[in-house]
């Protein structure tokens, strides 16, 4: 079974600059269908992990042209064993937790010129 790679959808994979209601979901980042692409062919598989509906994220892959494969998932309510998670809101913990405090009280999300922001 090939190795997964979970990416999260709001600010990574579509644009995001916070909530507009359950409906709407944000055009494609740039460069977002390539580097799938490119995780597709390298063997890996493709968790997407998100809060919205598994269908309408599904819909929203097709209707933007997404690489079509069963080696992308949309898990239900669970965290996809990955080998690495490609999130706008990660916080890798190094064992300190001091750095860890600072993260959340000083977190310092991505904000991309092309949409990406944290909710």
């Not at 944000?26 to 597709?40: N, S, T, W």
């Not at 919205?52 to 097709?62: G, H, I």
């Not at 080696?71 to 309510?77: N, S």
């Not at 706008?88 to 405090?101: E, L, P």
Request: glycine share 8%; net charge negative.
């Amino acid at each position: 079974m090939p190795k997964t790679v979970a990416i999260d959808f709001d600010g990574v994979l579509a644009q995001y600059d916070g909530w507009k209601g359950e409906e709407h979901l944000g055009e494609p980042m740039a460069g977002a269908r390539e580097f799938c692409q490119r995780v597709l062919d390298a063997g890996y598989r493709i968790a997407i992990h998100t809060t919205r509906k598994p269908l309408q994220v599904e819909e929203w892959w097709k209707e933007h042209h997404f690489p079509a494969t069963k080696e992308v998932m949309i898990p239900l309510t669970t965290k996809p064993t990955a080998v690495v998670y490609i999130d706008d809101r990660a916080y890798r913990f190094t064992g300190n937790w001091q750095a860890a405090w600072e993260a959340i009280t000083q977190p310092a999300y991505w904000e991309g010129d092309d949409g990406g922001s944290p909710d």
